[in-house]
């Protein structure tokens, strides 16, 4: 659905976009980098 608004038809805020990209990729990263370093830990401690 495509709306009107202040900045014209099918315009968007690219600033917000970006800014929204970037804070989904440093969750992405962190995230990764937390999950490795569980399975590492696992690893090294791991019983049996």
């Known amino acids: 659905m495509v709306t009107e608004s202040a900045q014209g038809q ?3 805020d ?3 976009h970006v800014k929204t990209w970037h804070g989904f990729m440093a ?3 962190w995230s990764a ?4 370093l569980i399975m590492i830990l ?3 401690f791991r019983t049996g």
């Open 10 to 12: 099918g315009q968007t």
């Open 14 to 16: 690219i600033a917000h």
């Open 27 to 29: 969750f992405t990263k």
């Open 33 to 36: 980098i937390g999950i490795a």
């Open 42 to 44: 696992l690893a090294l």
